[in-house]
């Protein structure tokens, strides 16, 4: 089973800077990696799939990079609405579809 | 526009069976390429994938819980049915259903159903 490792696990950062979330598995899974936000009392969302395709709808401050063991969310210029958690996904070696644990983003 | 809803119990004894209906709206599971799968996610932990089907009744699970765990889909009433059996409290979640795409990422998400597990 692939382990996803995500770090930080809490970001406290102030509205306007820019996010760098880690996201990293324990074996390769390609580019087939994807991330989610998830607001409390809500189910997750779809940001990012196949690890910098941009779901539809979502904003383009949203970007994701890498390939392999190692990825990035990247959110460019926090907006309010942007706090919350972020899971990561993969889907190279499955089952199981595994999740990361998680990384919070608060308001520093 | 797709949208998806889980109902069920909210509250099952240890060693019952719990049922979990997905009933959704938007997509046909009998479309080429569509998928419905079930996430659980304990309180204030992570999300857990459990199981998916396919529009060709391929059907996948968690192999931690593969024993435990049944997948079936009803076309015709546009559900998804989750079983699992054995409940325990540590199955105390919230389990969600999704809709598949590119075969293997939830895009759209139900509201969730908050299951609790005690005698």
């Known amino acids: 089973e692939i382990v996803l490792t995500q770090s930080p696990a809490t970001l406290s950062l102030s509205p306007g800077e820019r996010a760098t979330l880690s996201c990293r598995a324990s074996?390769?899974?390609?580019?087939?990696l994807a991330w989610y936000q998830q607001k409390p009392g809500q189910a997750p969302r779809l940001l990012i799939y196949d690890a910098s395709n941009r779901a539809t709808g979502i904003p383009a401050r949203f970007s994701g990079s890498g390939s392999g063991t190692d990825f990035t969310l990247t959110i460019s210029s926090l907006e309010p609405e942007d706090f919350a958690v972020y899971y990561c996904q993969q889907r190279s070696n499955w089952p199981p579809l595994t999740f990361g644990p998680g990384t919070k983003v608060d308001i520093k | 526009q797709i949208t998806l809803k889980e109902s069920g119990p909210t509250l099952v004894k240890p060693t019952q069976t719990l049922t979990l209906t997905c009933t959704f709206s938007g997509f046909s599971l009998s479309t080429s390429g569509v998928g419905v799968g079930w996430i659980r996610q304990p309180p204030g932990k992570a999300l857990e994938w459990l199981a998916l089907i396919y529009w060709d009744d391929d059907k996948r699970y968690s192999p931690s819980l593969k024993s435990r765990l049944t997948i079936t889909k009803d076309t015709s009433k546009n559900q998804v049915v989750l079983t699992m059996t054995n409940m325990d409290p540590v199955d105390t979640a919230t389990y969600y259903c999704?809709?598949?795409?590119?075969?293997?990422?939830?895009?759209?998400w139900g509201q969730g159903t908050l299951v609790t597990v005690s005698s």
């Open positions: 999704a809709h598949l795409i590119q075969l293997w990422y939830f895009d759209y």
């Open positions: 074996q390769s899974v390609s580019s087939y």
